[in-house]
């Protein structure tokens, strides 16, 4: 079998607007047919206006006698168009009632999906990803699906059945008639198509250009506080006002083609045109003795109505473009890759501490490699240090540690075991980390700490913030523990690294991973976090991650990585003796003096 057999044999995937909608396409089939069947039947009384008029402009010569009977069948004729119309009002009302429930189920279902996938996916993937981006497919995206459950199936639904129940009773009036009523409408279809074809190709790059400014408004609103302080506030616009640029000229190339085309397309079945066309072939086929003249009324109440639902077609099918592109972003963030977890035949629990680093290397992808066949060992108890120039790997390695992500080669073992055999809850109790980008949720002060710990007493709570020199400065806030981060307890840099540390003095980690912890913090709350670092790390095995070499000179044992290998490593002293690669920058100047208590000492 060749490759185009074995392409034409495999099943082809369902597009991504069916997988999404797979949960509910029962409802959405079922809306869409109330809808059409309550379509149809709204349009009985044109049919019931046409039959009157019919007996009342054919029966002037009806004899006395007949009259009561022909009174009779008018009658019914008004009863049933009335019944019709009342009925399809409800058969429509109950098909977007069904609609609009199954958009809830999806919509709840989707974000609910969506919140539990972003749970299991790596740390480390979130590192790549702008926040716009995962805004966008979790509230835009998603937002943009409710236009399609919960109206666009029962409005197809209507325009499908009001069309065709019109050219089914036209056909049944009169065949040539109906022939020529529906003359303009292939016209229609001919412009429409030109349109959409020539809107399509620009439609990925509309996406993303929209995409592109939600990126660019997060970065707007994150970094003006920084360019403004600086005073070069007008950088600050360059992101937004080139995004916005793109945008406008996507938008134009996506619009362009459609003005002309749908002009014309309009045009050619407005009713009035319609109308104009039915009325002269009308005329025409009355003098040919084809057809009586009131024979012409059923088209001229039927025919320019099929406008209507045609040009509803025509705006539902450009949602359904926007609806497409937000199903397959939806669809990607669903299925991102997630972090192995372990069967449970596999899970493992270390029993001790020991942590080795086994001939790792990653890489982001074919062109980016990070790290290459890095092996160390974190002897219980001691201090490791790991420095390098920013791009080094040094943050890639702690995050590896953390599982953030998994090693492209090698293996990293905690007490023997393999961290991928360590269920994540169970390696978060026994890793602790204390990062540079400080991550509180918006919750209360209390709920922050206890983060890993949501049992905990207010006693261990305090206690955890006592030991990172912050239960003070909580205290002070309008409502102690219970003030809300980001509402009443506004925390510097520094203090929201404190209460990172509380947490993690909370879980009482064996293991405690650092990485430039003190970086962005000022010279008071630098020596508050060493002061409690120095506390908390005492008995626990220590990876300290830093830039400065005065910060680590008192660590039990020192790697120094360049270009994501190790290139040399050994206690401070033995480094500057080799007058290697460390020695030489420990020597050159620009660096602080030492500093006692720069390590947290165990």
């Given at each position: 079998m060749n490759t185009r057999d074995a392409a034409a044999a495999e099943p082809k995937r369902p597009g991504p607007i069916s997988r999404v909608l797979n949960p509910i396409r029962g409802q959405l089939i079922v809306a869409a047919v109330l809808a059409g069947v309550g379509a149809m039947l709204t349009l009985v009384p044109l049919a019931g206006i046409a039959h009157i008029a019919k007996i009342v402009l054919g029966g002037a010569d009806i004899a006395a006698a007949a009259r009561a009977q022909v009174q009779s069948e008018v009658w019914w004729t008004v009863i049933a168009s009335v019944a019709s119309l009342f009925v399809g009002m409800a058969l429509v009302s109950a098909g977007e009632l069904t609609a609009h429930l199954a958009d809830n189920r999806i919509t709840h279902h989707l974000r609910l999906a969506a919140t539990q996938r972003l749970a299991r996916v790596p740390l480390g993937w979130f590192t790549s990803r702008a926040s716009g981006e995962v805004k966008q497919a979790m509230q835009d995206d998603i937002g943009t699906l409710h236009s399609l459950t919960a109206h666009f199936y029962t409005t197809l639904g209507r325009a499908v059945g009001a069309i065709l129940i019109s050219v089914i009773y036209l056909f049944a009036m009169d065949w040539r008639m109906a022939m020529v009523?529906?003359?303009?409408?292939?016209?229609?279809?001919?412009?429409?198509?030109?349109?959409?074809?020539?809107s399509g190709a620009n439609m990925k790059e509309f996406v993303g250009g929209l995409g592109r400014i939600n990126n660019a408004?997060?970065?707007?609103?994150?970094?003006?506080?920084v360019v403004k302080s600086f005073g070069a506030s007008g950088k600050a616009h360059g992101g937004y006002r080139e995004a916005v640029d793109a945008f406008a000229q996507a938008f134009a190339g996506f619009t362009r083609p459609l003005v002309g085309s749908m002009a014309n397309a309009n045009a050619m079945i407005a009713p009035v045109a319609v109308l104009g066309v039915v009325l002269v072939f009308g005329t025409l086929f009355v003098s040919l003795g084809w057809i009586a003249p009131v024979d012409v009324l059923p088209f001229a109440l039927?025919?320019?109505?099929?406008?209507?639902?045609?040009?509803?077609?025509?705006?539902?099918?450009?949602?359904?473009?926007?609806?497409?592109?937000?199903?397959?972003?939806?669809?990607?963030?669903?299925?991102?890759?997630?972090?192995?977890?372990?069967?449970p035949d596999m899970r493992q629990l270390p029993t001790v501490t020991e942590?080795?680093?086994?001939?790792?290397?990653?890489?982001?992808?074919?062109?980016?490699?990070?790290?290459?066949?890095?092996?160390?060992?974190?002897?219980?108890?001691?201090?490791?240090?790991i420095v390098g120039a920013s791009g080094a790997g040094k943050s890639t390695l702690a995050r590896l540690l953390l599982r953030f992500f998994d090693p492209t080669d090698g293996r990293i073992t905690l007490g023997g075991v393999d961290l991928r055999h360590i269920e994540t809850s169970d390696l978060y109790q026994r890793i602790g980390f204390v990062l540079q980008e400080v991550r509180l949720i918006h919750a209360s002060v209390r709920e922050n700490i206890a983060l890993g710990r949501p049992s905990a007493?207010?006693?261990?709570?305090?206690?955890?913030?006592?030991?990172?020199?912050?239960?003070?400065?909580?205290?002070?806030?309008?409502?102690?523990?219970?003030?809300?981060?980001?509402?009443?307890?506004?925390?510097?840099?520094?203090?929201?690294?404190?209460?990172?540390?509380?947490?993690?003095?909370?879980?009482?980690?064996?293991?405690?991973?650092?990485?430039?912890?003190?970086?962005?913090?000022?010279?008071?709350?630098?020596?508050?976090?060493?002061?409690?670092?120095?506390?908390?790390?005492?008995g626990r095995t220590l990876l300290v991650i830093a830039h400065r070499l005065d910060t680590v000179m008192h660590a039990?044992?020192?790697?120094?990585?360049?270009?994501?290998?190790?290139?040399?490593?050994?206690?401070?002293?033995?480094?500057?003796?080799?007058?290697?690669?460390?020695?030489?920058?420990?020597?050159?100047?620009?660096?602080?003096?030492?500093?006692?208590?720069?390590?947290p000492s165990c």
């Open positions: 009523s529906i003359l303009p409408f292939p016209g229609f279809f001919l412009f429409f198509g030109r349109a959409m074809k020539a408004v997060v970065e707007f609103v994150n970094g003006i506080p039927v025919a320019p109505g099929l406008s209507a639902p045609l040009l509803l077609l025509h705006y539902i099918t450009h949602d359904l473009n926007h609806a497409t592109g937000a199903a397959q972003r939806v669809q990607a963030l669903l299925e991102t890759p997630v972090l192995e977890q372990p069967a942590i080795r680093v086994e001939h790792v290397s990653y890489a982001y992808d074919a062109q980016n490699k990070v790290l290459s066949d890095v092996s160390f060992t974190l002897k219980p108890g001691t201090v490791t240090a007493s207010q006693q261990e709570v305090e206690d955890a913030a006592r030991a990172a020199n912050i239960h003070e400065r909580i205290l002070g806030l309008p409502r102690g523990y219970d003030s809300m981060i980001g509402e009443d307890a506004l925390l510097s840099g520094g203090e929201q690294q404190r209460v990172s540390i509380a947490r993690a003095v909370l879980l009482d980690p064996s293991v405690l991973v650092l990485d430039e912890a003190t970086a962005a913090a000022d010279a008071e709350n630098e020596v508050a976090i060493q002061d409690a670092l120095s506390r908390f790390a005492r039990d044992h020192i790697i120094v990585i360049e270009n994501g290998t190790i290139h040399e490593q050994g206690r401070h002293a033995e480094l500057i003796a080799r007058k290697g690669r460390y020695a030489r920058l420990w020597t050159r100047g620009g660096y602080e003096e030492p500093q006692e208590r720069a390590v």
